[in-house]
């Protein structure tokens, strides 16, 4: 069989449908180390993955690396990673040695962001879209989360749970095929890391920019005044000027793992421009040109 023009969702769906058909117990919690080390030795006995290990990494959280001999792979995760977040590591290495080993010959490091496919390259968006479709098939998502749903953080969480992935990359997944208007906020220390929209959200200027420098909390959110009890886990609704000129609703939480504050915001139909009051923040078009590749 030709490999060499398959994508992402096309190895992903043919690795689901082996598992469809072979349905193991705990169908979406399968071994993603154990699937990469057998597979690849049977598709591709020239070059497989001979090993899979946790080390402790300097500035990214997983690798792809070859031997010296270049007829052999092994795959790290960081230390330190939670259990659904070291498996979705493992899968996007994974998909890194399906789609790019032949053209990354000394191998792939990939950071947190480019984990999540956060960044503007397009490998890693590559890698993160084959973990994700892997990992949490869109067909048995949506059956969780229908398209228009507002799900809070407990629905998502037991999506969380049923693919053993952590939360955020179930909020990332569901953000991707939503049909309403959404974001997820990481926040630390009262500033934006980084924001991700769901397309609708996007195409109507609902963003948060942070390629020119931190971007400070609203005042007036929950997550702004530290605000993280189980009514704001649960949802808060703002009128318009918190963090839009319309009204939203805001869940939001602390990890204390990660040091970070997650948000999530709920918004309504209507299209609006600007993020509270100041139009500088809105996506230009080359960063909505790589956001949509």
């Known amino acids: 069989m030709d490999f060499e023009n398959w994508g992402p969702q096309r190895w992903a769906n043919h690795f689901n449908q082996m598992l469809n058909l072979v349905n193991p117990p705990g169908r979406y919690r399968f071994d993603v180390g154990k699937l990469a080390i057998e597979t690849s030795r049977s598709l591709f006995p020239a070059d497989p ?39 979705f590591t493992l899968a996007h290495e994974f998909g890194h040695y399906l789609l790019h080993r032949r053209k990354y010959r000394n191998g792939i490091h990939s950071s947190e962001a480019d984990i999540d496919g956060r960044t503007k390259f397009e490998v ?32 998502l969480g037991r999506c969380a749970d049923r693919y053993e992935v952590s939360l955020v ?24 890391k980084w924001s991700w929209s769901s397309n609708p959200a996007l195409v109507s200027g609902a963003v948060i920019r942070t390629s020119r420098g931190p971007v400070p909390l609203p005042p007036g959110s929950a997550a702004g005044q530290d605000y993280f009890t189980p009514e704001a886990r649960a949802g808060i609704q703002h009128e318009a000027g918190v ?51």
Not at 69 to 82: A, D, F, H, K, L
Not at 248 to 254: A, G, K, M, S, Y
């Open 243 to 293: 963090w839009f000129n319309e009204r939203v609703r805001e869940l939001t939480f602390r990890s204390e793992k990660y040091d970070t504050t997650y948000t999530l915001l709920h918004l309504g139909d209507a299209e609006p421009r600007r993020w509270f009051g100041d139009e500088t923040h809105l996506e230009d078009t080359y960063e909505r040109f790589m956001r949509n590749p």
């Open 169 to 192: 990359a179930a909020v990332l997944r569901w953000l991707r095929f939503t049909e309403i208007r959404a974001l997820l906020v990481a926040s630390v220390d009262g500033f934006v």
């Open 49 to 87: 993955i001979t090993q899979v290990s946790e080390e402790e990494l300097d500035g990214f959280v997983g690798a792809l690396i070859p031997a010296e001999s270049r007829s052999r792979w092994g795959i790290v995760y960081g230390t330190g990673q939670s259990s659904g977040r070291r498996r």
């Open 124 to 155: 890693e968006r590559e890698a993160n879209e084959f973990a994700s479709w892997l990992l949490m098939p869109l067909d048995d998502f949506r059956e969780q989360v229908l398209p228009k749903d507002k799900p809070d953080f407990e629905v």
